[in-house]
T-cell receptor, first 112, second 112 residues
Framework: DAGVIQSPRHEVTEMGQEVTLRCKPI?????LFWYRQTMMRGLELLIY????????DSGMPEDRFSAKMPNASFSTLKIQPSEPRDSAVYFC??????????FGQGTRLTVV | DQQVKQNSPSLSVQEGRISILNCDYT??????FLWYKKYPAEGPTFLIS?????DKNEDGRFTVFLNKSAKHLSLHIVPSQPGDSAVYFC???????????FGQGTTLQVKP
């Protein structure tokens, strides 16, 4: 397996635009996590899914953020409208049951 | 509400010596404990883990210690090598929820 695959690796967008981040988890994993890393808050859990169902979205900062997992091999994190303070590195991770999670390489988002 | 604290933001150690990274937690429901290493521009990678039924787990140069009564987790690296220079995150999970929570990270620098 190629590991967790995230796209794009880098995204630069203007304030107010919609941004969609994509993630393909490792095949067979039943948990999927979205994290955001910033200097101020470190690695912050935004939302996680179990068997494609959102379990806890309490980390999602605002209604501008939404995440979906339409099937076991794909998830999206959408920000609409984007703001400069959303600039961060966004990581997707997957795991099998409650074991170590494997991370993608991240998407560096810059909102100007 | 910070459930996990890594109180040392940085640590500098001489090559060949022992590196000790520490983490404190407050949530007694955590039952699976992990350490991750992160290099710049990469996603975190799993290093070592321990379940709540153990107090020590060793893997080569890396040993994780768990003190449940003190709610304290530590990682020992011996001997330290320059390639160990990275940001180290402790992470915690509860079997009931599957939620994986990270500490703020400690930057380790191993000097040649």
């Amino acid at each position: 397996d190629a590991g967790v695959i995230q796209s794009p690796r880098h995204e630069v967008t203007e304030m107010g635009q919609e941004v969609t981040l994509r993630c393909k988890p490792i095949s067979g994993h039943d948990y999927l996590f979205w994290y955001r890393q910033t200097m101020m808050r470190g690695l912050e859990l935004l939302i996680y899914f179990n068997n494609n169902v959102p379990i806890d979205d309490s980390g999602m900062p605002e209604d501008r953020f939404s995440a979906k997992m339409p099937n076991a091999s794909f998830s999206t994190l959408k920000i609409q409208p984007s703001e400069p303070r959303d600039s961060a590195v966004y990581f997707c991770a997957s795991s099998f049951r409650v074991t170590e999670a494997f991370f993608g390489q991240g998407t560096r988002l810059t909102v100007v | 509400d910070q459930q996990v604290k890594q109180n040392s933001p940085s640590l500098s150690v001489q090559e060949g010596r022992i590196s000790i990274l520490n983490c404190d937690y407050t949530n007694s429901m955590f039952d699976y404990f992990l350490w991750y290493k992160k290099y710049p521009a990469e996603g975190p990678t799993f290093l070592i883990s321990i379940s709540s039924i153990k107090d020590k787990n060793e893997d080569g140069r890396f040993t994780v210690f768990l003190n449940k009564s003190a709610k304290h987790l530590s990682l020992h690296i011996v001997p330290s090598q320059p390639g160990d220079s990275a940001v180290y995150f402790c992470a915690f999970s509860s079997g009931n929820t599957g939620k994986l929570i990270f500490g703020q990270g400690t930057t380790l620098q191993v000097k040649p």
